[in-house]
Structures are given as structure tokens and as C-alpha cells.
């Protein structure tokens, strides 16, 4: 059983930054890779960013790329989300989730067999 947990997020101004973690349990061996998602009230759960654990490939939505980093800490089982240049359109619960086996759908949230709690994330105008 992976559990996770989502820390980092809070209210910024647009322009400003934010750093999301996502601490995994121990058993982290057995997770091939780990993504981040972020949903609005109504809408579906939409990919923002993954990393695999043991090479550290990394992807990234359109939406983000170039304002979003996402990386981990093997040591410390945890993958980061920093996130810069914020907009008011990145208002979301941000979640992350990790799946233990090879698959090119990762950016499907049905792909996921385990998820954090969420965290919030508001963008002022």
C-alpha cells in the first residue's frame, strides 16, 4: 500500500510561486512512477506533471511547461511541484497519485491506483 500526502499549498498572488510536496511512504520501490493532477469544482481531474521514480523521466501538460518543475528526493520519498508564474487559471486541488507499473497513459488519472488528500491552490488576480 503507497500512501501519499500532498503539503504546499495556499493563496498567491498571480506572478508568484508556489512549492507542492508529496511524501510517499516507504514502500516507494514498488512505484514506478508518481504525477501530479489538479481539479476545479465541475470539471474533470486534469495531468499536470509526472515523474518516474527510478529514472526520472519527467512530463508536463502544455499548460505548464516552462512555469512548472516537477522533481524528486529518493532519499526523502517525496516529489516536488514547484510552480512559478502563476495564474488565476491554476486555481485547482492539486493531488498527487502513483501507480507501480510501465504504462504510456500515465497522463489518465484511471491509471493511478493511489492518491493524496489534495491541496488547494488559489491564484488571485
Known amino acids: 500500500q503507497v500512501q501519499l500526502v500532498e503539503s504546499g499549498g495556499g493563496l498567491v498572488q498571480a506572478g508568484g510561486s508556489l512549492r507542492l510536496s508529496c511524501a510517499a511512504s516507504e514502500r516507494t520501490f514498488s512505484v514506478y512512477r508518481i504525477g501530479w493532477f489538479r481539479q476545479v469544482p465541475g470539471k474533470e481531474r486534469d495531468f499536470v506533471a509526472a515523474?518516474?521514480?527510478?529514472?526520472?523521466?519527467?512530463d508536463y501538460a502544455d499548460s505548464v511547461k516552462g512555469r512548472f518543475t516537477i522533481s524528486k528526493d529518493n532519499a526523502k520519498n517525496t516529489v516536488y511541484l514547484q510552480m512559478n508564474s502563476l495564474k488565476p487559471e491554476d486555481t485547482a486541488v492539486y493531488y498527487c497519485?502513483?501507480?507501480?507499473?510501465?504504462?504510456?497513459?500515465?497522463?489518465?488519472?484511471?491509471?493511478?491506483?493511489?492518491w493524496g488528500q489534495g491541496t488547494q491552490v488559489t491564484v488571485s488576480s
Open positions: 515523474v518516474s521514480w527510478s529514472f526520472g523521466n519527467t
Open positions: 497519485a502513483a501507480h507501480r507499473h510501465y504504462s504510456s497513459h500515465y497522463k489518465y488519472p484511471g491509471m493511478y491506483a493511489y
